[in-house]
């Protein structure tokens, strides 16, 4: 539209105003340029995406929205895991706690009758 704006105020300045001519057709020149820049990197965009036209981008959005959701699941996932393991550790904790207190012999023996009654 820019580009059209600038094309159409350069048809309606007369002729004898050179300077604004050239001012015209320089902003004109910029603007093409941008728009191939865009184009190019529109281009790159979809050959990145796997997409031929702008056209397939629907279903790169559908993709997109569902690794969104998927990380939100391992989010959830995440934390619940996190709080279980912070549990664990803590009664890890209080169990090595526990230990402490008792005899390292009393210990073994515990162990070994225990072991004797799964076998």
Known sequence: MSNFWGSYQKKATPILNV???RELTSRIEDLTEQLE????????ILMYLDCE???????VKKRCTAAE?????????????????????????????????????????ARLAIRNEKE
């Open 53 to 59: 036209e702008s056209r397939d981008t629907a279903e």
């Open 69 to 109: 959701t998927m990380l939100e699941k391992l989010e959830v996932s995440e934390a619940k895991y996190s709080y279980a393991l912070d549990d664990a550790k803590n009664a890890f904790a209080d169990l090595q706690e526990q230990a402490k207190d008792l005899d390292a012999g009393e210990l073994y023996e």
């Open 37 to 44: 820049d865009l184009r190019s990197e529109r281009a790159i």
């Open 19 to 21: 300077l604004k001519h």
